[in-house]
């Protein structure tokens, strides 16, 4: 007896540090903590996203060329490049809304998928229809629903986009969805992307999607090793990338009963991140991020949006923020606007540094990449923390184990750069090449720079006073 009357405070005492700690995650976790340490977005990447916002916009409307619910600036929509569009009738609840563009002007074939109806039951059906580790692709997991319903849209549109693929061999291939549409547009991407042959042999490269305030829709290495395809879009406190796609699992993460659910959501957040990058059947955001920054911790009002961008594989968006703004940033019209606030005052500030235009074509190539070596990083990132699956492909864009040259080549890009010197400079020792995962210290720096004379005192190397 005495013993359980000596365990009793204990366990209260467990219990009360769990809530508090709970309490902590759910109540103090801000949005900018997701992207702190993300690089900026150009309005180069950024551009396409308001417009993308507006195409799936445009799926609410009934007639296109009498708009009832036009933003300020129009849609941008052309209504004779409207090649069709589905509504919940045509498709008879397999998926929801979508129509085809073909934007001319832009160089672009788009499917544009409208987001959840909430007075749709189908919709809740291909939410609802998914369980955990039901569904495998590509050596991954996806959600079921989702890609029945993406199975569907390319089966009905197979003929169409083959036959514009075929005739506009320069246009691109864009998948661009919200919320729900957001899934199905990821899964469309996946899809082409395994299967060109269904397409006319459409090459990777020609394959976009555009993910707005996108669903947890594939597991993890999946959403890391297609993030030269697919591009997510999130909007601050946005719940849904941060939530498990299923719709009870939806409202359990806002309306956390204390009775009811508190020792779950103490579970969750008391479970290290790391053990939930090693479960292979948690799914997660896709692609690339955007996130959409305006507000800040404890102060009031909207800021000036900033928009951060990173492939990120530990750390992605895996806490609920609890604010008022959690639904109402999950709104496309809210992403939208907020989008093209961001992408007017990036490209203001890139007018005022009066970029000449070799120079911001010169810039486009180097950010081109700069992609392409972060999102390798972010494949060897996930490897490192022993993600489930992530080297068990091996194609181009799949695979891990990399030829020594090429790591040895980005390794002396990113020495040189610390330097200031071209990859190719003598200065960058071949010794420093074969020195990988860990950073250049000083005095590696110092001796890559200076050599010793007679007496030892370090001088410049004379390749370096030659310049």
């Given amino acids: 007896m005495s013993i359980l009357c000596g365990c009793c405070p204990l366990l209260e005492c467990v219990y009360c540090?769990?809530?508090?700690?709970?309490?902590?995650?759910?109540?103090?976790?801000?949005?900018?903590?997701?992207?702190?340490?993300?690089?900026?977005?150009?309005?180069?990447?950024?551009?396409?996203?308001?417009?993308?916002?507006?195409?799936?916009?445009?799926?609410?409307?009934?007639?296109?060329?009498?708009?009832?619910?036009?933003?300020?600036?129009g849609y941008g929509i052309n209504p004779?490049?409207?090649?069709?569009?589905?509504?919940?009738?045509?498709?008879?609840?397999?998926?929801?809304?979508?129509?085809?563009?073909?934007?001319?002007?832009?160089?672009?074939?788009?499917?544009?998928?409208?987001?959840?109806?909430?007075?749709?039951?189908?919709?809740?059906?291909?939410?609802?229809?998914?369980?955990?580790?039901?569904?495998?692709?590509?050596?991954?997991?996806?959600?079921?629903?989702?890609?029945?319903?993406?199975?569907?849209?390319?089966?009905?549109?197979?003929?169409?986009?083959?036959?514009?693929?075929?005739?506009?061999?320069?246009?691109?291939?864009?998948?661009?969805?919200?919320?729900?549409?957001s899934g199905v547009a990821t899964m469309l991407a996946l899809l082409v992307v395994r299967h060109p042959d269904k397409l006319g042999d459409i090459e990777r490269k020609r394959v976009r999607c555009f993910a707005i305030a996108p669903a947890r829709c594939m597991s993890l290495n999946l959403a890391v090793r297609y993030a030269d395809v697919i591009n997510s879009v999130v909007l601050q406190d946005d719940f849904l990338p941060r939530t498990a796609t299923p719709l009870e699992d939806i409202f359990k993460?806002?309306?956390?009963?204390?009775?009811?659910?508190?020792?779950?959501?103490?579970?969750?957040?008391c479970v290290p991140e790391q053990k939930m990058l090693k479960d292979p059947r948690r799914l997660y955001a896709p692609g690339r991020m955007y996130h959409i920054v305006e507000r800040k911790p404890c102060r009031l009002g909207r800021f000036p949006p900033v928009v951060k961008t990173a492939v990120p594989v530990d750390g992605r968006f895996e806490h609920i923020v609890l604010s008022c703004n959690a639904t109402s940033d999950h709104a496309i019209i809210w992403i939208e606007r907020e989008a093209q606030r961001a992408l007017n005052l990036m490209l203001e500030k890139e007018k005022r540094m009066e970029i000449p235009e070799k120079q911001r074509m010169e810039r486009q190539e180097s950010l081109a990449r700069e992609h392409n070596l972060e999102y390798k990083a972010a494949l060897r990132r996930a490897v490192t923390l022993d993600v489930p699956?992530?080297?068990?492909?091996?194609?181009?864009?799949?695979?891990?184990?990399?030829?020594?040259?090429?790591?040895?080549?980005?390794?002396?890009?990113?020495?040189?750069?610390?330097?200031?010197?071209?990859?190719?400079?003598?200065?960058?020792?071949?010794?420093?090449?074969?020195?990988?995962?860990?950073?250049?210290?000083?005095?590696?720096?110092?001796?890559?720079?200076?050599?010793?004379?007679?007496s030892g005192n370090l001088t410049f190397e004379k390749s370096d006073l030659r310049r």
């Fill in 253 to 269: 993460s806002l309306f956390c009963l204390p009775c009811l659910l508190c020792i779950r959501c103490m579970k969750d957040t």
């Fill in 389 to 454: 699956h992530a080297d068990s492909i091996s194609s181009e864009y799949g695979t891990f184990n990399k030829e020594a040259e090429t790591e040895e080549e980005e390794e002396t890009e990113s020495i040189a750069s610390m330097v200031g010197e071209s990859a190719s400079s003598s200065s960058v020792r071949p010794s420093y090449k074969r020195r990988r995962n860990r950073g250049v210290s000083w005095d590696e720096l110092i001796e890559s720079l200076f050599e010793r004379d007679e």
């Fill in 80 to 181: 004779d490049w409207l090649l069709l569009k589905k509504t919940y009738e045509d498709t008879q609840g397999r998926a929801p809304a979508y129509i085809l563009y073909l934007d001319h002007d832009h160089r672009d074939v788009v499917v544009a998928i409208r987001g959840l109806n909430l007075a749709k039951e189908s919709d809740y059906a291909v939410l609802l229809d998914n369980k955990l580790g039901e569904r495998k692709f590509d050596g991954g997991y996806v959600h079921n629903g989702l890609l029945k319903a993406a199975g569907w849209v390319l089966d009905e549109e197979c003929e169409v986009l083959r036959d514009l693929v075929v005739r506009y061999p320069s246009y691109s291939l864009t998948f661009a969805g919200h919320s729900l549409g």
């Fill in 17 to 73: 540090l769990g809530c508090a700690r709970w309490a902590y995650k759910r109540c103090l976790y801000t949005a900018g903590h997701d992207s702190k340490d993300w690089g900026l977005a150009t309005p180069h990447e950024f551009e396409p996203v308001p417009r993308f916002c507006r195409y799936i916009l445009s799926v609410y409307e009934d007639d296109i060329r009498n708009p009832l619910w036009e933003p300020p600036d």
